[in-house]
């Protein structure tokens, strides 16, 4: 069974330092992992993806991911955090279905 | 851009009311999902749909049903509302496995 574990409920940094979300997975063949931020009171953003090749994965906003696959990890940075980043991030594994982390919060201070 | 439309943003319905979430997909994709989310517990998936008239089973699948008639619309039916079943519902629709793409999501409240 696939699956993605975020460990940590809350990240806290402040403006203009550097944010990294994490994520783990468990999967039993190639994983397609995923990263979603979701703003109050509205449905999921797709932020990016690793499906194959170079282990670093640049999406929306200035946003980053590291494939580690001898880590089993995939977690999602940003070089300098603003304060609108401020949301709830999941971290998604699809097999044949996508299944999601509990989510982080994120809270960047000015 | 995708555009997965949900018909109600916010609903308020009486226990034991039959509730219809409509959900409707722009981009022609095959699979369609409908997940609720609950604060400490994240997405669920309730079902989700292959194809017109398919539909499998998700991890909380009881008390809820759904329909695929056609290969853009994707219904969630609460066949008899509980106050359990207040939640935020998201709709989704995707290529097979591919990114998957989100309506804005609709609250229902079951007083």
């Known amino acids: 069974a696939q699956s993605v574990a975020q460990p940590e409920d809350q990240v806290n940094v402040a403006e203009g330092n550097p944010l990294t979300v994490k994520c783990t997975y468990s999967?039993?063949?190639?994983?397609?992992l995923f990263w979603y931020v979701q703003y109050p009171n509205r449905g999921l953003q797709f932020l990016l993806k690793?499906?194959?090749?170079?282990?670093l994965v640049k999406g929306s906003y200035g946003f980053e991911a590291e494939f580690n696959k001898s880590q089993t990890s995939f977690h999602l940075k940003k070089p300098s955090a603003l304060v609108s980043d401020s949301a709830l991030y999941f971290c998604?594994?699809?097999?044949?279905?996508?299944?999601f982390g509990a989510g982080t919060t994120v809270t960047v201070r000015a | 851009d995708v555009k997965v439309t949900q018909s109600s943003r916010y609903l308020v319905k009486r226990t034991g009311e039959k509730v219809f979430l409509e959900c409707v997909q722009d981009?022609?994709?095959?699979?369609m999902f409908w997940y609720r989310q609950d604060p400490g517990l994240g997405l669920r998936l309730i079902y989700f749909?292959?194809?017109?008239?398919?539909?499998e089973k998700g991890d909380i699948p009881e008390g809820y049903s759904v329909s695929r008639e056609k290969k853009e619309r994707f219904s969630l039916i609460l066949e008899s509302a509980s106050t359990n079943q207040t939640s935020m519902y998201l709709c989704?629709?995707?290529?097979?496995?591919?990114?998957?793409?989100f309506g804005e999501g609709s609250w229902l409240t079951v007083v």
């Open positions: 749909s292959y194809d017109v008239k398919m539909k």
């Open positions: 690793y499906i194959t090749g170079d282990n």
């Open positions: 999967v039993s063949g190639n994983p397609y």
């Open positions: 989704a629709s995707s290529p097979p496995v591919n990114t998957i793409y």
């Open positions: 998604a594994v699809n097999d044949y279905k996508l299944s």
């Open positions: 981009m022609d994709h095959e699979n």
